[in-house]
């Protein structure tokens, strides 16, 4: 149950990026139409591939950039973080999902309200832990 209260809360952060920033568009899943269900459909399809995208490649990232995050004090991660919104595009058009990042600068601001948002939105849920 907490993996698909996450993947909404992803979702949600996604959806936030997609309304905010200029440059990071979502339509509805083909076959669906563009409706608000369609996008509802492939933001939830969207937060799960970014989901696997973060578990799997970010603590590679950070293990091998240990001695950046150190050197930048952190804010290489923003830069990560923006590379990992811009992998989840590529793989979300691979798999047919019509989500995408224009480039670099939408990725980086994108990244960053995913981010305030999911961490919002996680502070209103609470931990169950």
Same mark, same amino acid.
């Given at each position: 149950?907490?993996?698909?209260?996450?993947?909404?809360?992803?979702?949600?952060?996604?959806?936030?990026?997609?309304?905010?920033?200029?440059?990071?568009?979502?339509?509805?899943?083909?076959?669906?139409?563009?409706?608000?269900?369609?996008? @509802?459909?492939? !933001?939830?399809?969207?937060?799960? =591939?970014? %989901?696997?995208?973060? +578990?799997?490649?970010?603590? /590679? #990232?950070?293990?091998?950039?240990?001695?950046?995050?150190?050197?930048?004090?952190?804010?290489?991660?923003?830069?990560?973080?923006?590379?990992?919104?811009?992998?989840?595009?590529?793989? @979300?058009?691979? !798999?047919?999902?019509?989500?995408? =990042?224009? %480039?670099?600068?939408? +990725?980086?601001?994108?990244? /960053? #309200?995913?981010?305030?948002?999911?961490?919002?939105?996680?502070?209103?849920?609470?931990?169950?832990?």
């Amino acid at each position: 149950m907490r993996i698909l209260l996450k993947v909404g809360i992803t979702a949600v952060a996604l959806w936030a990026a997609t309304a905010l920033i200029h440059g990071i568009t979502v339509q509805g899943v083909t076959g669906v139409g563009d409706t608000t269900g369609g996008r @509802a459909l492939t !933001l939830l399809g969207v937060a799960v =591939v970014f %989901g696997i995208v973060n +578990a799997i490649i970010k603590p /590679i #990232v950070k293990t091998l950039g240990c001695a950046f995050y150190v050197l930048t004090l952190g804010l290489i991660g923003l830069v990560v973080n923006a590379l990992l919104l811009l992998l989840t595009s590529e793989a @979300a058009a691979r !798999l047919e999902l019509p989500f995408h =990042v224009d %480039g670099f600068w939408p +990725a980086f601001w994108g990244a /960053i #309200v995913v981010g305030v948002v999911g961490w919002v939105l996680n502070l209103l849920v609470g931990d169950d832990d």
